[in-house]
């Protein structure tokens, strides 16, 4: 199989990947980003108010674009392809796609979340008939009905005000969870009525033909016509077999300086983050260069 080599690997090509990359090209480092197939979950906000230097809201695609053309310009090279497997534990450092080998002295791992996951007993025998994993895609079909949308993320506050938008019944179940989102978008929610239910913890989704509601934990049924769950995972598939520690909600296990426990091998972002927003993902994206250049600087 044909080979690359480069110092640095950069795996994702969200907000933290583009800026961990700005920071090694900017040290003469050669780099590779690669992009993936799937979107990064910043082109699903659609108003971003919270992040510094921009004083009209910015959608998260055009805000991504900016910082892949920033990335580019510096002389970027960002392949649209999928990592499929990774050997990290010995010094030349190892990735494939389909069609490639790479290597490198470094990889930064900045896969952000990954897909949405199986939450629930049942949930199987219902999706498409009643149990969705997208707002934007299912909401139309459910305009004077009645759905719980299941979540504790910015994600389901979003996805709740949209389905509220679009005329649903919309009630918010985080699960006995925390709902780990902004006190602003709490507010809007609560203004506009939509009910948060923080203590029940669900245990199944009902129904005959199609999704009939709920059951929590304390056999009590909710009714519904529909149920929307937005839990997702990190992307942390990739890294299984790898050697890399995760901690116990899947998270890859790093300290302050973004290290993994695999020496020259660095990650930043949701993947790391308990919050996961644009400024940490910079941040931490940031913070894993840094120590990826003197890593390498350390072995000339
Ligand atoms: C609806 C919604 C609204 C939000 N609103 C806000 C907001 O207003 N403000 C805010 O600060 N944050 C917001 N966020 C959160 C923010 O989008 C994330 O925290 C941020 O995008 C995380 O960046 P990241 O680089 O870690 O991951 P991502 O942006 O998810 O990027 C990960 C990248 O890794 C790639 N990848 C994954 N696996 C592989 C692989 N095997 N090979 C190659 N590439 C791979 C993916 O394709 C993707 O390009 C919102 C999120 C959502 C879903």
């Known amino acids: 199989m044909e080979e690359e080599v480069y110092d640095v690997i950069i795996i994702g ?18 780099t590779i980003i690669f992009s993936g197939k799937s979107p990064p979950r910043i082109t699903l906000a659609h108003k971003i108010e919270n992040y510094p230097g921009f004083i009209e809201s910015i959608s998260g695609n055009e805000l991504l674009d900016r910082m892949e053309k920033q990335t580019k310009a510096l002389g970027a ?3 649209d392809e999928d990592v ?21 002295k470094v990889v930064i791992i900045a896969t952000g979340m990954g897909p949405r996951r199986k939450t629930l007993v049942g949930e199987e025998n219902f999706v498409g008939r009643g149990l969705s994993y997208c707002a934007t895609c299912d909401g139309p079909l459910y305009r004077g009905k009645k759905v719980i949308l299941m979540g504790n993320d910015e994600e389901t506050g979003e996805e709740a005000l949209e389905l509220l938008g679009m005329g649903v019944d919309v009630s918010i179940y985080t699960n006995g969870k925390e709902f780990e989102v902004e006190e602003s978008l709490i507010n809007q929610i609560k203004e506009r009525g939509i009910k948060i239910d923080m203590n029940s913890k669900i245990k199944e989704v009902f129904g005959t033909q199609s999704v009939k509601g709920i059951i929590l934990d304390n056999d009590e049924k909710v009714e519904s016509d529909g149920v929307f769950i937005v839990y997702t995972i990190p992307s942390s598939m990739l890294l299984q077999n790898s050697g890399l520690k995760l901690t116990e909600d899947n998270r890859l296990d790093v300290n302050n300086q973004m290290e993994t426990n695999i020496n020259g091998v660095y990650a930043a972002g949701d993947i790391v983050c308990e919050v996961k927003q644009i400024s940490t993902a910079v941040g931490t994206g940031a913070i894993a260069a840094q120590n990826a250049i003197k890593y390498i600087r350390g072995l000339k």
């Not at 969200?14 to 090694?24: E, K, W």
């Not at 499929?84 to 490198?104: A, G, Q």
């Open 84 to 104: 499929i497997s990774t050997y990290l534990d010995s010094d030349e450092k190892m990735v494939s796609t389909k069609n490639k080998v790479y290597k490198s």
């Open 13 to 30: 090509a969200g907000p933290a990947g583009l800026t961990a990359g700005i920071y090694t090209i900017r040290a003469n480092l050669k």
């Open 77 to 79: 090279i960002i392949r």
